[in-house]
């Protein structure tokens, strides 16, 4: 019922920038929380930021923050993850995920950053 689906993953060099997309199936306005997840090759899930739709404030990891910048396009119906200036450590496939209403997970999008 709620599905997200994750797309403009690619390849980028260390100082890049990438924007993935978070397509909504339904409207978006009904996902009050969501998620931006990376899994990296031979390590574990891990939460980059998550988004409250009724609150301005959005939590970003240590490892992200004042590089990545989530934002919405209601028209749209698609939630962004801006990343700025790429790190080789960055190298993951990202995922987005609603978390209220819980919404399953996507085949999600690989980003590469090459040093």
């Known amino acids: 019922q709620v599905q997200l689906v994750e797309s403009g993953g690619g390849l980028v060099q260390a100082g890049g920038s990438l924007r993935l997309s978070c397509a909504a199936s339904?409207?978006?306005?009904?996902?009050?929380?969501m998620g931006w997840y990376r899994q990296a090759p031979g390590k574990q899930r891990e939460l980059v930021a998550q988004f409250y739709s009724s609150s301005t404030a959005t939590y970003y990891a240590d490892s992200v923050k004042g590089r990545f910048t989530v934002s919405r396009d209601n028209v749209k119906n698609t939630i962004y993850l801006q990343m700025n200036n790429l790190k080789p450590e960055d190298t993951a496939v990202y995922y987005c995920?609603?978390?209220?209403?819980?919404?399953?997970w996507g085949q999600g999008t690989q980003v590469t950053v090459s040093s």
């Open positions: 339904g409207t978006i306005s009904a996902i009050y929380v």
């Open positions: 995920k609603s978390l209220n209403p819980v919404g399953a």
